[in-house]
């Protein structure tokens, strides 16, 4: 059985835990409190020297880190990664988005606001310009919802998945989804998967 070392508020392991789900693969979940920072020990540093969950310990094999690594680990061969090269680009295209532009500010934003309890004072100019990224990224996300059910045409895959991770919480950073139509009903879309489940249930 697969052992998922996460942290459950985290977007990023929420990612590993719905794949897991929508595929009905058992695993055991250690949780760890990255606020006082149990991924820094050389304990938990010997199985991932980043000192970043999520981490899958794989059975026979070892530990893989990064969710996008993990979750395409995980999903190879099944429905949620498109057949055909052309799709299956297209959802990478969507993912590495993710990465370098909607997870670094929306969920940078959540994190200071929601787990560490800062201020808007506190955090100053550097809150208005995460804010502006993160806003020009749900305008991006918006615009690729157009007139589709998913991000790759009528497919549910991982980059549905990825985006959904952090977008559907971005409230919880002080992002307003209300002129985003697309994205609501995108995000009610996914919530209506089967084996789905809240961002922090286990």
């Known amino acids: 059985m697969h052992r998922l070392y996460d942290y459950l508020p985290s977007g990023n392991g929420y990612k590993v835990r719905l794949v897991l ?8 979940l250690i949780e760890l409190d990255i606020k006082v920072g149990a991924t820094r020990t050389p304990e938990f540093l010997a199985k991932n020297a980043n000192g970043r969950i999520p981490v899958l310990e794989i059975p026979e094999k070892g530990y893989l ?53 800062k201020t808007r004072v506190e955090l100053g100019e550097k809150l208005i310009e995460k804010k502006k990224s993160g806003y020009a990224a749900l305008d991006v ?11 790759v045409g009528d497919q549910f895959t991982l980059a549905d998945i990825a985006l959904y991770a952090y977008t559907h919480v971005a409230h919880e950073g002080g992002f307003d989804l ?25």
């Open 21 to 28: 789900k929508q595929l009905g693969l058992p695993y055991e």
């Open 65 to 117: 880190a990064e969710s996008h690594a993990i979750i395409s680990y995980l999903a190879e061969g099944s429905a949620l990664i498109p057949d055909d090269a052309y799709q299956r680009a297209r959802m990478w295209q969507w993912m590495c988005f993710e990465q370098y532009n909607l997870e670094p500010n929306i969920g940078t934003v959540r994190f200071w606001l929601k787990m560490l309890g």
């Open 141 to 151: 996300l918006e615009d690729g919802l157009r007139e589709r059910n998913y991000l």
């Open 178 to 202: 209300a002129p985003y139509p697309n994205i609501r009903s995108w995000c009610d879309r996914v919530s209506s998967q089967p084996r789905w489940a809240p961002i922090t249930s286990p």
